[in-house]
């Protein structure tokens, strides 16, 4: 459910954190200017990095105004959203590194604009997109989604985007078009994972979706995150959010979508597909060959509360989901 636009007065983002900036609009539209003011100091106080604070890269001024102007929906508005800095300084990007903090790290000279998407396959209207032209007319809106990651960790993130399904009308599938692949750019100069030699990946990223999963409503296709645009290791400027789905299905830093015939090969499948399936569905029922899939730890957690909480069938979006898997064994298409 929609609820009106609200306009924001623009800030500058050197002037306020990103977090800062969420928490403010949040309260301000619940009607509590004092109580945004004095949580914004704790939380810029939380939020100073080894780097001297918010790492948030100036983006287009359309793609900012689109974002603070995001109209709130009742997607998840029980939840409480993960920190700021647990958001976007614990990540999987492995074009910038393996490890967790490596895509805060390395991501600091990564550029996204100009942005141009490739549309190709099964679809009638192809070519080489602007990202503003692409988005031209789309309307964003805020969705709070549970994020749950292969590896048993998971996160509540507030996103600002717009249904998939919005997108890909615009190109006029073809009744061909099964599936849908996306692609991460490759940009080896920026992305230090890319030149690794360590690096198993066969570049660029690659990720798919059947058609009616990518229709799906829930399907997010997102350029912002806590009421601004995505930072550069979160996948900017534009990636896609599958809630029901393992994370590694949430593609960062789309450059290209195909419309095909047949399933696409998509990045874990190819490196260990007894391991990571196409379909990837939150399952608590069928477990990792290395670990079990029936709990996960909700960050930010430490060893003294180690928020371990169960896992949940399509990590809980089973009513909005489950049909699109009628008569399917789980257990093989994993
Ligand atoms: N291009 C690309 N997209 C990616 C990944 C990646 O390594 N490269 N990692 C995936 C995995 S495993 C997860 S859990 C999510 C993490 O998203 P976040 O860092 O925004 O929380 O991004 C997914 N998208
Ligand atoms: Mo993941």
Redesign the pocket.
């Known amino acids: 459910m929609l609820i009106p636009k609200r306009r924001y007065p623009k800030i500058d983002p050197s002037e306020i954190t990103p977090e800062e900036l969420y928490v403010n609009r949040r309260l301000f539209m619940k009607g509590s200017l004092t109580a945004a003011a004095a949580l914004s100091t704790i939380q810029a106080q939380a939020l100073v990095s080894p780097e001297g604070g918010s790492r948030i890269p100036s983006r287009p001024e359309w793609l900012e105004r689109a974002v603070v102007n995001a109209s709130e929906t009742s997607f998840g508005a029980g939840e409480k959203p993960a920190p700021y800095a647990s958001?976007t300084q614990y990540?999987?990007?492995?074009?910038f590194g393996m490890s967790k903090s490596d895509?805060f790290e390395n991501s600091g000279k990564f550029t996204t604009d100009p942005w141009n998407v490739t549309i190709e396959g099964e679809c009638e209207v192809k070519g080489s997109f602007a990202l503003e032209d692409l988005l031209k007319g789309i309307d964003l809106e805020e969705r709070i989604y549970r994020?749950r990651?292969?590896e048993a960790w998971s996160?509540v993130?507030p996103w600002v985007g717009f249904p998939l399904a919005e997108l890909i009308k615009r190109f006029k599938p073809l009744s061909s078009a099964k599936y849908v692949e996306f692609v991460?750019v490759e940009r080896p100069k920026e992305m230090p994972g890319q030149r690794s030699v360590f690096s198993t990946i066969d570049w660029p990223?690659r990720e798919g979706l059947r058609m009616d999963e990518a229709m799906n409503p829930l399907t997010l296709m997102a350029v912002g995150m806590y009421g601004n645009v995505l930072p550069n290791?979160?996948?900017a400027p534009m990636?896609l959010v599958v809630p029901w789905k393992y994370?590694?299905k949430?593609?960062?830093?789309i450059v290209k979508i195909r419309f095909r015939e047949t399933m696409p090969p998509t990045t874990w499948n190819d490196l260990a597909p007894q391991e990571y399936g196409f379909y990837a569905n939150v399952n608590p029922e069928v477990d990792h060959p290395r670990w079990s899939q029936a709990s996960e730890r909700r960050l930010p957690n430490s060893i003294f509360s180690p928020n371990r909480i169960p896992t949940e069938m399509f990590n809980g979006y089973g009513e909005q989901v489950a049909h699109l898997y009628k008569g399917m064994d789980l257990r093989k298409w994993y």
Do not use: D, H, W
């Open positions: 958001a990540n999987n990007f492995y074009e895509p994020l990651c292969v996160m993130i991460t990223y290791q979160n996948g990636r994370g590694f949430s593609i960062k830093s």
